[in-house]
Antibody, heavy 118, light 110 residues
Framework: QVQLQESGPGLVKPSQTLSLTCTVS??????????WSWIRQPAGKGLEWIGR???????NYNPSLKSRVTISVDTSKNQFSLKLSSVTAADTAVYYC??????????WGKGTTVTVSS | QSVLTQPPSVSEAPRQRVTISCSGS????????VNWYQQLPGKAPKLLIY???LLPSGVSDRFSGSKSGTSASLAISGLQSEDEADYYC???????????FGGGTKLTVL
């Protein structure tokens, strides 16, 4: 049973870079034809897809965030990561990582709250 | 403003049936599969329906999905209090080259 767990700082200062890691357990991040995604949800609001990475390193990003987002994968650690630069209060949200199997996200992490504040 | 349009809220009595709509366009729902996610209060989203109308293992058959053209629907029959949650539709958007979600629908079981 594959499980995902997000980790990283819960507080980030404005203009700095938000960095989160998603650790995959119960299976290899390299096995199978999966994409690995990041999604976020501001408090009381809906879901917003941030971007995804294939184990080959190929990425897709939300056009509205593309200039600030970098997603990478470390197969040796069974992890993938998110970096979001130049953050503002609008980036305060719960951040989820998820596995894409085919055309749907079938496994989600529990989420981690990131607050942008000085 | 979400790319996919859902009603903000729906409500119905226990044991009744409710439907939640999701409207999109030819670049998303009209050309790609629709998935539905259930988000219980304080929890992560959970896959509820995939490929328009398929149920993942373990999901109650009280849930069903359908799609026609650029719109999709989620139906829940035999409503129970445990169904109170936020429901999101999602689809890949060919024009944006990314996933798009509906704004979410809050289901209240009266």
């Amino acid at each position: 049973q594959v499980q995902l767990q997000e980790s990283g700082p819960g507080l980030v200062k404005p203009s700095q870079t938000l960095s989160l890691t998603c650790t995959v357990s119960g299976g290899s991040i390299s096995s199978g034809s999966y994409y690995w995604s990041w999604i976020r949800q501001p408090a009381g609001k809906g879901l917003e897809w941030i971007g995804r990475i294939y184990t080959s390193g190929s990425t897709n990003y939300n056009p509205s965030l593309k200039s600030r987002v970098t997603i990478s994968v470390d197969t040796s650690k069974n992890q993938f990561s998110l970096k979001l630069s130049s953050v503002t209060a609008a980036d305060t949200a719960v951040y989820y990582c998820a596995r894409e199997k085919g055309d749907y996200m079938d496994v989600w992490g529990k989420g981690t709250t990131v607050t942008v504040s000085s | 403003q979400s790319v996919l349009t859902q009603p903000p809220s729906v409500s119905e009595a226990p044991r009744q049936r409710v439907t939640i709509s999701c409207s999109g366009s030819s670049s998303n729902i009209g050309n790609n599969a629709v998935n539905w996610y259930q988000q219980l209060p304080g929890k992560a989203p959970k896959l509820l329906i995939y490929y328009d109308d398929l149920l993942p293992s373990g999901v109650s058959d009280r849930f069903s999905g359908s799609k026609s053209g650029t719109s999709a629907s989620l139906a829940i029959s035999g409503l129970q209090s445990e169904d109170e949650a936020d429901y999101y539709c999602a689809a890949w958007d060919d024009r944006l080259n990314g996933w798009v979600f509906g704004g979410g629908t809050k289901l209240t079981v009266l």
